[in-house]
C-alpha cells in the first residue's frame, strides 16, 4: 500500500506519521511524509525580507524529523520524505494523485482534502479533539 502522510511538524502530523507507518508496515508497502512550505503566506504579512528564509530553514528541518522519525520505526517498507511548496491541501492531494497514492493520513486541520482526494484519506484529530471525535460520512478519523 502506498500510503502519503501529511507532515508539518504539529503533535497532530507525528500522529499521523505514526499511524501513517503503522498502515503502510501492515502491507509492506511504501510510505511518503510529504511537507508542504506555504510560501504564500509571505507575501500579504509584510514579513522582512529574513522572514521566509528562516522559515525554508525550518521547513527543512522538518524534512530531516521526518525521516529521523521514520528510521525509528523498524518495519519492512520503503519510506521517504519530501517538501514541496504551495498551498498545503493543494499539494497533498495532487502529491496524492501523481504518484498513485492508496491511503493519505492528514492531520484534522487539512480535513478539506478529503472532498478532493483521489484515494481515501485518514484525519488525524489533535489531541484536544480526540476525545469528541465523529465519524462523518465519506471521512476516516483515527481513535
Same mark, same amino acid.
Given at each position: 500500500?502506498?500510503?502519503?502522510?501529511?507532515?508539518?511538524?504539529?503533535?497532530? @502530523?507525528?500522529?499521523?506519521?505514526?499511524?501513517?507507518?503503522?498502515?503502510?508496515?501492515?502491507?509492506?508497502?511504501?510510505?511518503?511524509?510529504?511537507?508542504?512550505?506555504? @510560501?504564500?503566506?509571505?507575501?500579504?504579512?509584510?514579513?522582512?525580507?529574513?522572514?521566509?528564509?528562516?522559515?525554508?530553514?525550518?521547513?527543512?528541518?522538518?524534512?530531516? =524529523?521526518?525521516?529521523?522519525?521514520? =528510521?525509528?520505526?523498524?518495519?519492512?517498507?520503503?519510506?521517504?520524505?519530501?517538501?514541496?511548496?504551495?498551498?498545503?491541501?493543494?499539494?497533498?492531494?495532487?502529491?496524492?494523485?501523481?504518484?498513485? *497514492?492508496?491511503?493519505?493520513?492528514?492531520?484534522?486541520?487539512?480535513?478539506?482534502?478529503?472532498?478532493?482526494?483521489? *484515494?481515501?484519506?485518514?484525519?488525524?484529530?489533535?489531541?484536544?479533539?480526540?476525545?469528541?471525535?465523529?465519524?462523518?460520512?465519506?471521512?476516516?478519523?483515527?481513535?
Amino acid at each position: 500500500m502506498k500510503v502519503l502522510v501529511a507532515y508539518d511538524g504539529s503533535l497532530n @502530523s507525528k500522529d499521523a506519521l505514526k499511524y501513517g507507518m503503522d498502515k503502510a508496515g501492515e502491507s509492506g508497502g511504501e510510505l511518503t511524509a510529504l511537507h508542504v512550505f506555504n @510560501s504564500a503566506m509571505f507575501i500579504d504579512y509584510g514579513a522582512g525580507p529574513r522572514a521566509e528564509e528562516k522559515a525554508r530553514k525550518e521547513s527543512e528541518h522538518l524534512v530531516e =524529523e521526518m525521516k529521523r522519525l521514520a =528510521e525509528k520505526i523498524d518495519w519492512k517498507m520503503k519510506v521517504k520524505a519530501v517538501m514541496e511548496e504551495g498551498y498545503p491541501e493543494d499539494e497533498i492531494v495532487k502529491y496524492a494523485g501523481l504518484h498513485n *497514492c492508496e491511503l493519505i493520513v492528514s492531520p484534522a486541520r487539512y480535513g478539506k482534502i478529503a472532498k478532493k482526494a483521489p *484515494c481515501p484519506v485518514v484525519l488525524v484529530p489533535s489531541h484536544e479533539q480526540k476525545k469528541d471525535a465523529v465519524l462523518l460520512p465519506g471521512y476516516a478519523a483515527m481513535r
